[in-house]
């Protein structure tokens, strides 16, 4: 099977992980940026990656998701909060139902702690400084939570990232066979 993983990544998080998800798939492959707007025509398996924003895929995914059809796809996310928390599975599930929506097969999907982008930590400071009552607003609390995830991702993450996406390929490759 011939893979083709695409990504868009704002602090670098959601490339490393695109790039543990190609290192770790022995076979066929390729990798691009979505701002490539890759050729996915060959491509048995997109795994297809974004930075969340908003709850969702950032709206440069959204937008390459809106062109693509037919394809069996694995959804991954990176989000400067747990990836374990609603928070968490909400962003990665918009992501999921966006690919579905479009006339996809969504074949498994992964969600990974990253880091804040340093420009947003300002920007939420200055929210904080200016008693703006934004929900996004720096705060004491915030800020450990920030210092945490710009550690994130971890090489367990990424091998994770890695090992859920293989399985779910070997899953349909082995469905593949027993429909033959």
Not at 7 to 29: D, F, P, R
Not at 47 to 65: H, R, S
Not at 106 to 123: D, F, M, Q, R, S
Request: aromatic fraction near 10%.
């Amino acid at each position: 099977m011939k893979i083709h993983v695409v990504y868009s990544s704002l602090t670098g998080c959601t490339k490393q992980v695109a790039e543990a998800i190609y290192a770790g798939y022995e076979g066929e492959k390729a990798i691009s940026k979505v701002s490539d707007k890759p050729d996915l025509s060959d491509a048995d398996i997109v795994a297809l990656g974004y930075w969340v924003d908003k709850g969702g895929p950032n709206e440069e995914v959204q937008k390459f998701i809106s062109e693509l059809s037919g394809k069996k796809v694995f959804v991954f996310a990176t989000l400067a909060y747990f990836a374990d928390s609603e928070h968490g599975f909400q962003s990665v599930w918009r992501g999921v139902e966006a690919v579905k929506a479009a006339g996809n097969e969504v074949i498994g999907h992964y969600v990974c702690n990253g880091a804040l982008a340093p420009a947003l930590i300002e920007k939420f400071k200055k929210m904080a400084a200016e008693g703006s009552g934004n929900h996004h607003a720096f705060t004491p609390e915030k800020g450990v939570r920030y210092e945490i995830m710009k550690n994130h991702p971890t090489p367990a993450e990424l091998a994770l990232g890695s090992e859920r996406f293989n399985e779910r390929v070997e899953l349909n490759r082995r469905i593949a066979e027993l429909q033959a």
